[in-house]
């Protein structure tokens, strides 16, 4: 009897080696696939920036770093607007497209909604935030009165607030998008 229940165990845990291995190679396999997919998770659907949820996701971590390190950045939330039309995905496009080509690689941009897009500039103190939201309004103007790439007359609006770590991000989100409320509203009352 024994020599009967050898090769039955033998192939038996022979079977269960080959199951082991195939799920650790399929588990390699799902890795793998995630690994690529991420990154196409975390990318608007329209525009070359990240999502709201990645950009969300990144801006907390540069929140606890900035708390961590007491090191100051900023985020910038840059609001297109357009007179006489709604704001559409070519002009988003080719704001986010002015806006990749004047930050730096260090910097995460994203989109915050249908009109805004936010920029976490990494070891940007809050002064400095404003000499680059000046330099990227000029640039994304530009665009507007001398390529034309923007099909009508578009303005632009921009908010700053300042990334110390004592504050979360969605906090630091609401302070970007009170002054850049500011900012619009002087803009409509021209007094900007």
């Not at 990645?54 to 609001?79: G, M, N, P, T």
């Amino acid at each position: 009897m024994d020599a009967i229940a050898g090769p039955v165990y033998a192939t038996e845990t022979e079977q269960l080696r080959a199951s082991v291995r195939r799920l650790m190679r399929l588990a390699r396999e799902a890795e793998a696939e995630l690994d690529r997919l991420q990154p196409v998770a975390d990318l608007d659907d329209v525009l070359p920036i990240l999502n709201r949820r990645a950009f969300v996701r990144e801006l907390a971590d540069v929140v606890s770093y900035s708390r961590r390190y007491k090191i100051q950045s900023s985020l910038l939330c840059i609001e297109v607007h357009c007179s006489s039309r709604a704001v559409d995905d070519h002009d988003m496009r080719d704001a986010a497209g002015v806006i990749l080509q004047d930050t730096r690689r260090i910097d995460i941009v994203g989109r915050l909604s249908a009109t805004m897009i936010g920029i976490v500039l990494m070891r940007c103190d809050f002064a400095r935030s404003h000499e680059v939201a000046d330099r990227l309004q000029a640039a994304l103007l530009s665009v507007n009165d001398g390529a034309g790439r923007f099909q009508r007359s578009i303005s632009i609006s921009i908010g700053a607030a300042r990334i110390d770590g004592t504050a979360a991000s969605e906090i630091v989100i609401r302070k970007a998008t009170l002054a850049n409320s500011s900012v619009r509203q002087a803009m409509m009352s021209g007094s900007n």
